[in-house]
């Protein structure tokens, strides 16, 4: 029921600073916590950020203090900030939703982010 289309990855100098855009065809008010993992080559799928209805973040350590997960439910859009960008950003970037009451996963198609040295 849920689609996710994120937008916004792109190559930049380490340094530089993306923001991805996730946006839900749905009121993301119906989601229980909204997600962006990160899968580099040759790596397993990470969680980086996450945020719940209240508005609540949490983040991977290694990203914290450089990246900022927000909402704006009028747009049913989630975003990452990404600042202080480092080449071992370098991954696709999913976005991950998961619905209230039946706790059903819907994934995006992902965004290429890459960071150069």
């Known amino acids: 029921q849920v689609q996710l289309v994120e937008s916004g990855g792109g190559f930049v100098q380490a340094g530089g600073s993306l923001r991805l855009s996730c946006v839900a065809s749905g009121s993301i008010r119906r989601l229980h916590v909204i997600g962006w993992y990160r899968q580099a080559p040759g790596k397993q799928r990470e969680l980086v950020a996450s945020?719940?209805?209240?508005?609540?973040?949490n983040y991977k350590d290694s990203v914290k203090g450089r990246f900022t997960m927000s909402r704006d439910n009028a747009k049913n859009t989630a975003y990452l900030q990404m600042n202080s960008l480092k080449p071992e950003d370098t991954a696709v970037y999913y976005c991950?939703?998961?619905?209230?009451?039946?706790?059903?996963?819907?994934w995006g198609q992902g965004t290429q982010v890459t960071v150069s040295s």
């Open positions: 945020i719940s209805r209240d508005g609540s973040t």
């Open positions: 991950n939703a998961v619905t209230l009451v039946t706790m059903r996963d819907y």
